[in-house]
């Protein structure tokens, strides 16, 4: 069974300092791996979504790196302004046919950032 | 273009009391999904349906029961709700394959259930 793990589950850092958040994933064999953002009592927001055979997605500030075969995802928010202060989720759809399409979620990182 | 949506925002039941919640997504996709989530338990599925007069049982879809109406909408109900049914339950539409599509889900804004 697929698990994930996002580390660290809280971040606090002060407004402009570059940031890493990690997911791992127990196996690799998946098809996407996909991050979003959540606001507090919002739904979620798709930042970047990475396939299988790609190594990384690039988005403005955000970049998303993929080690499929050690299990791991790094998103990396650059110069980071309080606009950035959500739960950030990472996500992976499993390979296999029988899945359809079924994501398998991290708890989630708790990012806030202060002015 | 709405994307997916989703009714009512937010809702609170008594213990026993039976709700549907509602989910329509604009973007013409196939698959639809239906989560729930709970702190310190992440996003959980509860049903899903590949295509229309399709739906098929997620991971915890016990108390629940799903209808895919028509392409657009697919609708969850809980027939008797219960206190543990408390959560924000959050409906979400998938791209397709192939030239353009990646498989990625979008995701309604969700619905704060309360049952007491």
């Known amino acids: 069974k697929q698990e994930v793990t996002q580390i660290p589950a809280a971040l606090s850092v002060p407004e402009g300092e570059n940031l890493v958040l990690n997911c791992s994933f127990t196996d690799s064999a998946i098809y996407n791996l996909q991050w979003f953002r959540q606001d507090p009592g919002k739904g979620l927001t798709s930042l970047l979504l990475?396939?299988?055979?790609?190594r990384e997605q690039t988005s403005g500030r955000l970049n998303a790196s993929l080690d499929k075969s050690s299990g791991r995802s790094t998103l990396y928010i650059a110069a980071s302004q309080p606009g950035d202060s959500a739960t950030y989720l990472c996500?992976?759809?499993?390979?296999?046919?029988?899945?359809?399409?079924?994501?398998?979620f991290g708890q989630g990182t708790i990012l806030t950032v202060h002015p | 273009n709405a994307g997916v949506t989703q009714t009512p925002k937010f809702q609170v039941l008594k213990t026993g009391q039976s709700m549907t919640l509602q989910c329509a997504q604009d973007?013409?996709?196939?698959?639809m999904y239906w989560y729930r989530q709970d702190p310190g338990m992440g996003l959980r599925l509860i049903y899903y349906?590949?295509?229309?007069?399709?739906?098929d049982k997620g991971e915890v879809p016990n108390g629940y029961n799903v209808s895919r109406l028509n392409k657009r909408e697919f609708s969850l109900r809980l027939e008797s709700a219960a206190p543990s049914q408390t959560s924000v339950y959050f409906c979400?539409?998938?791209?397709?394959?192939?030239?353009?599509?990646?498989?990625?889900?979008?995701f309604g804004p969700g619905t704060r259930l309360t049952v007491t």
């Open positions: 990475i396939q299988s055979s790609q």
């Open positions: 349906s590949a295509s229309e007069g399709t739906t």
């Open positions: 996500a992976v759809r499993d390979a296999g046919g029988t899945s359809y399409g079924k994501l398998t």
């Open positions: 973007m013409n996709h196939n698959s």
């Open positions: 979400a539409s998938r791209t397709p394959p192939g030239t353009g599509g990646s498989y990625e889900q979008y």
